[in-house]
């Protein structure tokens, strides 16, 4: 019995592998199948024919010719709709072979008619920025005492006796301190903004730890808000905040009082963030100095509206006026 399942085992894997070297057969020889493209390289290395086809981490597809820097290329019928009119297609060499790879961005255009003409890159391009996965969300183990979350309550008349409430919240910081605790509060005036008729209004800040105080509004300077906690037990300082203007591809800590942050880059006067967010949250360089705010997005589905801190300095002088 033993040498019947050993003959009948060795039956079974000359099937396993006449299937595999089949699938691997037709690949390479279907020259009348799947879709063929061409691709224009100033340089095509040391690429050649029969060279594999390469999407992802699979083979799709083989290399037929290259003739004068123009690469012909076959793509399985299986993955021909993995070709769209915006592809990008690269060579990536090896020691003494090379393969023909490409990607496809999230918005790849429309699929491609046989001998489609592409313009290769001459080298791997920099990831497509959407098909990227989401941004990952930590839990800082420590915060800074100044950190806050401004949540405004308000009631806005809809006609005869009936209202309609507004809730936002967003982090804002400490940008003062007085005496008796008085504490002032810097944040995005997104929070505050409102249409039509006002019928009621409450703000209140939580501070890291948990305490929540009532607020009130002391200025509002477009794009931020002011406000002034009259007492509270805060005994640490206010918030640092960067002196500099960002510089493209400076790194951010994105937070909330919480501590659920992101790190992002700020890139021509907007901060790049893969991810959806409810609520605003501060922009901090090197963890501890707040360079702007963030607010969610507009009809999109990840990504944050850049608030810069520049300004904020009128905004906290013209409230300090207020206070005297």
Same mark, same amino acid.
């Given at each position: 019995?033993?040498?019947?399942?050993? &003959?009948? @085992?060795?039956? %079974?894997?000359?099937?396993?592998?006449?299937?595999?070297?089949?699938?691997?057969?037709?690949?390479?020889?279907?020259? @009348?199948?799947?879709?063929?493209?061409?691709?224009?390289?100033?340089?095509?290395?040391?690429?050649?024919?029969?060279?594999?086809?390469?999407?992802?981490?699979?083979?799709? #597809?083989?290399?037929?010719?290259?003739?004068?820097?123009?690469?012909?290329?076959?793509?399985?019928?299986?993955?021909?709709?993995?070709?769209?009119?915006?592809?990008?297609?690269?060579?990536?060499?090896?020691?003494?072979?090379?393969?023909?790879?490409?990607?496809?961005?999230?918005?790849?255009?429309?699929?491609?008619?046989?001998?489609?003409?592409?313009?290769?890159?001459?080298?791997?391009?920099?990831?497509?920025?959407?098909?990227? $996965?989401?941004?990952? =969300?930590?839990?800082?183990?420590? !915060?800074?005492?100044?950190?806050?979350?401004? !949540?405004?309550?308000?009631?806005?008349?809809?006609?005869?006796?009936?209202?309609?409430?507004?809730?936002?919240?967003?982090?804002?910081?400490?940008?003062?301190?007085?005496?008796? #605790?008085?504490?002032?509060?810097?944040?995005?005036?997104? &929070?505050?903004?409102?249409?039509?008729?006002?019928?009621?209004?409450?703000?209140?800040?939580?501070?890291? @730890?948990?305490?929540?105080?009532? &607020?009130?509004?002391?200025?509002?300077?477009?794009?931020?808000?002011?406000?002034?906690? $009259?007492?509270?037990?805060?005994?640490?300082?206010?918030?640092?905040?960067? $002196?500099? @203007?960002?510089?493209? #591809?400076?790194?951010? %800590?994105?937070?909330?009082?919480?501590?659920?942050?992101?790190?992002?880059?700020?890139?021509?006067?907007?901060?790049?963030? =893969?991810?959806?967010?409810?609520?605003? %949250?501060?922009?901090?360089?090197?963890?501890?100095?707040?360079?702007?705010?963030?607010?969610?997005?507009?009809?999109?589905? =990840?990504?944050?509206?850049?608030?810069?801190?520049?300004?904020?300095?009128?905004?906290?002088?013209?409230?300090?006026?207020?206070?005297?």
């Amino acid at each position: 019995m033993r040498g019947v399942r050993i &003959a009948i @085992g060795a039956v %079974l894997l000359v099937v396993v592998a006449t299937v595999v070297l089949a699938g691997v057969w037709v690949l390479r020889q279907a020259g @009348g199948g799947g879709l063929q493209v061409r691709v224009e390289f100033s340089d095509t290395k040391a690429l050649s024919a029969d060279d594999d086809v390469i999407y992802g981490d699979g083979i799709v #597809g083989r290399v037929e010719s290259i003739d004068n820097g123009v690469v012909t290329a076959r793509i399985a019928a299986d993955h021909a709709k993995l070709v769209r009119e915006n592809s990008r297609f690269w060579i990536q060499s090896h020691v003494g072979s090379s393969i023909l790879l490409f990607d496809t961005p999230k918005q790849g255009g429309a699929t491609v008619k046989p001998g489609h003409n592409f313009r290769g890159l001459a080298e791997r391009p920099e990831p497509d920025p959407e098909s990227l $996965p989401p941004a990952t =969300r930590r839990k800082l183990s420590a !915060r800074p005492s100044w950190l806050v979350e401004v !949540r405004a309550n308000l009631e806005l008349k809809a006609g005869g006796d009936l209202t309609e409430p507004q809730y936002r919240k967003v982090t804002g910081v400490i940008a003062g301190v007085r005496d008796k #605790g008085g504490l002032v509060v810097i944040a995005p005036s997104w &929070a505050v903004e409102y249409s039509g008729e006002l019928a009621a209004e409450t703000y209140r800040v939580e501070l890291v @730890g948990g305490a929540t105080l009532v &607020a009130e509004i002391i200025s509002v300077r477009l794009p931020f808000v002011v406000l002034l906690v $009259p007492e509270s037990d805060y005994t640490g300082n206010p918030a640092p905040f960067w $002196p500099e @203007g960002l510089a493209d #591809g400076q790194g951010l %800590l994105l937070t909330d009082v919480q501590g659920n942050a992101y790190t992002a880059l700020h890139t021509g006067g907007e901060v790049e963030l =893969r991810a959806s967010t409810e609520i605003g %949250l501060v922009a901090l360089v090197e963890g501890t100095n707040v360079a702007g705010f963030t607010l969610p997005a507009v009809g999109q589905t =990840r990504g944050v509206r850049w608030v810069a801190l520049n300004g904020a300095g009128d905004a906290i002088a013209e409230a300090k006026e207020k206070l005297k």
